[in-house]
């Protein structure tokens, strides 16, 4: 009904002219309406209003980052979603590697399990790849098991098969169900004991240092 | 009794305050103000303090109520309705909507007499109540910020921090419980809570129901594992009164929300009261109830919307009370009901007077508790519980603030708290306009990170407001960026944008930074004269790896570089237990691995290490101004380019030995691979430095590198490591006893090495000299053949091939054999016959490549004609007759060792190659 309104709406036609094409009342239309913009009522009307501040804002905001960095963060117990930047630097040289434009290299998503592992770069339960579509930068991983632990590496799919990781992501905990799988048990017994001088889970965030791997 | 019932709202906006007026978001302020946060406070004065609910209040809302601009204009707000109010006396006809007009009329001068009672200042309203043990006040995260979504601990910490400054600065007091935006939590938030003096929060119930390990009830509060403890929402209990369809504000008899004044005059009419553009808003004026699942809608009766409130509110008891006694007397239990504040009064218009009953009923015996004073009574007896990543949103994790609508913020606000890191790690001590601009930039980020944005992106409707304030944020915060990067910060543009907002305008010298960053930053890190270099080296073989000369080449050099008074930086390849940063004689070393160590493949192995390289190099070069690059062969070709890209540095390279010269020719794809790498290697840098004629030559040949880029310095020995150790095992009674004439060579049993000429030598020498005996050191793929051959030829008494032999037997048998041999096919340099020399021991060489270049025949030593068994015969018989031979020859290696081959006369040299390109002071701050 409401999409009707706006339709007859948009062709110009008045309130009352749409009250009597689709026999209903000035009234009950005007109702739909106000629902409606209520909603909406935030969307448009901006370019009228006064100059904000005396420094143009321009709102323009970068599409990418000069940045190495895979990010990754859990919608829920089964979809976790990535997004990545790339410096130029790296870019450069992986394509430097591999002796190919970069735009000609595939790219891919490899996703490890690594659920109670300390992981070395070979060593995942099990792992998924997923190959991107050139100038992607993001994308909703979906189908994980929930309550494991993961880990993401973007990278070049080789000619010869293996694969090249060019970036890797921190680990991610999917959460767990109700009445789902349970892991921690133990780990959360021996941290209560203090027997542990940190938990044996993975907390989502740690000290960002700009200067990492300085010592 | 220890079965409970508790209440909690929430009440946030987020900050829609604009310096200039009438921006329609400000008027949900103003709404939320009249119609829930005073009619709150009516609830508050007419109640006793034997029931006490917690208020959690938001910072941007504290903010927005204390402002000044806020204040004024909301007056002027009320004032304009009460003057819509009196036309609409005359307007409404209606006896019924005239009831609803006078009432409303009561009410806004009642709202206006409140309002102005608190001397327009709400906060010392609730400040009052608060004082009056009338209300438990708490308080969110600075902008009400989704925290599991916040990536670094100083992000979340800045908006646990902010959050419970600024409930500080209004209240005067630290609150203990703190409402987490939208019931958000993932691991390690509580850590960050609990260091910073919070004591509880709430999640939802299902957060409860995903404990690990189980539990039972779901009632009763539990700690998270750093010690927080987590209220869970009675969410039966909560939905009586949110649920759009079966909760209470959908009753028939309560008033119709989406029916204004504001939509049902003629323009003319409402003009003055709507928005000045034209635009209709709501003005407040709802006249009429929901009256059914019809549009035909009927007037308001405030009276029956009342009554049918106190029905409501018997009808919550009751359920309270159900629950209560279902909870048992077990274990403490508390049934909590938790909702936004604004529902009560904005969208529930008559919630605020069922909340008023509720509290003041005396028909129950309900027992009301605070979380506060529950944790007093009974915290003993909670159970620790890992908790997982949940929210009281839509299938209670995070797709309302996280799908395609919205994902794309994230990228943002996490750079921008990257940003911050590092804006106020670098700008120590910041002059007071530089600190002005900091803190600017951290309130950018914060009024960014405002759940609020991706809510309404995810409502799809009317996200145009949300999005532009994002980007207005984001583009702001670079603009700013950009200024502090170019210490060009315009005072007058920051006192723009501080105005545009006036958020925490009273935060003053934030920080944000790690401890990692200032100790590192504390480090002195002076250079040490003027004309010294900081030079950063790139190796993959350094000590204790060693798989060719290069390694021990590359740490002599080194650590003679600094004694020349040069810092020397070496980034190499990590090596099991060993430190990831050592100083080592002076040097600092730096071992990294690739993200794929064990790569199947050599080439990408070298790929990953490269880039591992190139990530510590860019940090390093964030802190150390170095004057130049200086990279050892191909392996590190790839990290060598992109450092000099990002560094912009001149790059040097030491090309130790090619592919072509160790395969005689490229053969296959793999060495084709490396030969190009090699090449871009010469390429990209500004000079090359070579160890011998013979590998310029080969150079100019192979890759057409230009002579005069190239420069010639020896490899060096260090004399002072062949001095005599303490013999321990005369190793001499093994191969034919001490009278023997015993020939020692040693390196990679390989074939270009020419071991296999050695021994046909061998065997041309058994018959005639059966005492000159070999023993060549070494392990490599050839071994186990040339040890076959030496059977098959029955030269089991005259050749032995010792395998490995640890440092200090090498020595000895440099020192103690009686000449030493290197029948090599290709050696670029040949590093061990200068250790030969160094040991005063007669030097045999091929005269090939670089061993050729380095003895003079008959001077320092004696040359053979490679791959000749005749030649090599010829010169040992030499050696074996003429005792005086040996003397002369060897006096003059001792010399040469110590002139050319001194490992101090090369750092020179290299320091020289080196600094050809240093930069002029002037450059300064210039990298």
Redesign the interface.
Known sequence: MVEKILALKNKGYTIKQIAEEMDSTV??I???L?????????????K????????H??????ST?E???L?L?????H?V?A?W?L?T??S???A????KPWSDLNKQLRVYDISDLHF???NSHWYFDISLPEMT??W?INNLED?RTFIV?FGIQ?E?S?F???L?SAPI?T??????S????E??DR??SGAQKS?E??????????????? | MNSYFSLVLHAHLPFVLHREPDRLEERWLFEAVSETYIPLLWGLESCSSEVKYTLSLSPPLLEMLASNTFQERYLAHIRNTQELLLKERDFVKEPEESRVVEFYIERFKKIKETFLEWNCDLISAYRYFMTQDKVEGITSSATHAILPYIQTEQGIRAQIKDGLKCFEHHFGFKPDGFWLPECAFSPGIDKVLYEDGVRYVFVDEDTIRKLDPESQRKNTPVFSPHGIVLFPRCVSTSKKVWDARTGYPGDYEYREFYRDVGYGRDHDYIAPYIHPDGIRVDTGLKYYRITGDTEAKETYIREKAIRKAEQHCEDFLHTVSERIKECGTDSASVTLAAFDAELFGHWWFEGPEWLQMLMKSEKTNIPWITPKEFIKRHYQELQTHHTCFSTWGRNGYGEVWLNESNAWIYRHLHAMEHELVKQMTIHKNPAPLTQRALDQLKREWLLATSSDWSFIMDQQSASDYAVSRLKEHISVFNELVKELNDKRVFESDLQDYEERYPFLHWQKGSSFSSRHDEYILSKPNDRTGEKNLNILMLSWEFPPMVVGGLSRHVFDLSRTLVKQGHQVYVITCAVDGYPDYEINQGVHVFRVSGKQPHHDDFYHWAGSLNIAISELGSQLGEQITFDCIHAHDWIVSVAAKGLKQRLKIPLYSTIHATEYGRNKGIHNDQQAEIHHKEWELMYESRHIIVCSEYMKRDLIEVFQVPRDKMTIIPNGVESDLFKTGNQIVDWKTNFGGRSCFHVFSLGRMVPEKGFLTLIEASALLKNVYPDIKFIIAGKGPMLEEYRNKVRHRGLEDQVFFIGFVSDEERNNYLHESDAVIFPSHYEPFGIVALEGMAAGTPVIVSDTGGLGDIIEHDVNGLKVYPGNPQSIRDQIIRLYKDAGLSFRICKQAQEDVHTKYSWEDISIKTGEVLASDKKKPTMAGVK
């Not at chain 1, 963060?73 to 117990?77: A, D, E």
């Open positions: 009234g009950k005007q109702y739909r106000r629902k409606l913009q209520k909603l909406d009522r935030t969307s448009s009307f901006k009228n209003q006064l100059p904000e501040t005396r420094v804002i321009s709102r323009k905001i970068p980052y940045m190495d960095r990010a963060l859990p919608q829920g117990p979809t979603y997004y930047d410096k630097i790296t450069n040289m992986v430097h590697h591999f002796r070395n770069g070979h930068d993001n909703f309550n590496d080789c010869c293996g090249f990781t060019v890797r905990e959460p767990r169900t109700a009445g789902g349970m892991r921690h048990n780990a959360v941290w209560k938990p889970w993975y907390e989502q965030f740690s000290t960002y240092s700009i200067y990492s791997l300085l010592k």
